[in-house]
């Protein structure tokens, strides 16, 4: 009887225990937990909505799920800015990004990299493939592949831009739809930091 009520105790301990341990995973949110590639955490200043970040924090080797069906490494993409657009497909403001991405692409050229992401779990890469062709565009499309960047931002609203510098690092985001000549003169400024 004594070694029942043993075992009964101990197995209460570690359901504890793990439920323990589960809470706090589902509370430390990648915001919260800092960068890992820098080793740093307390000392990394938050991120914020139009605050360039500086190289404060380099971007993670995500690999992207595009549109075409092939993986691409975030890493793959470094030696020009990129600018990344978290969308979704039922999004009229996305519209209108999309419209001040082709102008941004035009002004810049290949100094860029555009990439288009949607945040929408339930997006296909079929869909997207569909989506790129329906309305005539000629950048990268894809998916925000196990949410990287919709976790890592906390995004909250489509569209949003990440912008990130040619060393790899991220440098700013912008919630809703930014326009071309304000994306263009802010990696101009950066460019020249």
């Not at 937990?33 to 909505?49: K, M, V, W």
């Not at 080797?61 to 600018?83: A, H, P």
Request: proline share 3%; charged share 20%; hydrophobic share 40%.
């Amino acid at each position: 009887m004594e070694t029942e009520k043993m075992v009964i105790g101990g197995v209460l301990v570690a359901i504890i225990a793990v439920g323990l341990l589960i809470g706090v995973l589902l509370v430390m949110t990648p915001s919260s937990i800092g960068d890992t590639n820098s080793g740093e955490s307390s000392s990394i200043p938050a991120l914020t909505a139009d605050s360039d970040f500086g190289q404060t924090r380099k971007a993670p080797d995500w690999g992207l799920l595009m549109s075409t069906g092939d993986v691409v490494q975030l890493s793959s993409l470094e030696g020009k800015f990129i600018v990344v657009d978290l969308m979704s497909l039922n999004c009229p403001s996305c519209e209108t990004q999309n419209d001040e991405l082709d102008t941004l692409i035009d002004a810049m050229g290949d100094s860029i990299e555009v990439v288009s992401l949607s945040v929408d779990v339930s997006t296909s890469v079929s869909q997207m493939e569909q989506y790129k062709i329906n309305n005539e565009i000629g950048w990268s499309h894809g998916l925000d592949t196990n949410s990287v960047f919709t976790y890592y931002f906390n995004i909250r609203y489509t569209p949003t831009i990440v912008i990130i510098d040619a060393d790899g690092y991220f440098r700013m985001y912008h919630e809703g739809v930014w326009t071309s000549t304000d994306i263009q003169s802010t990696i101009s400024l950066m460019d020249r930091a």
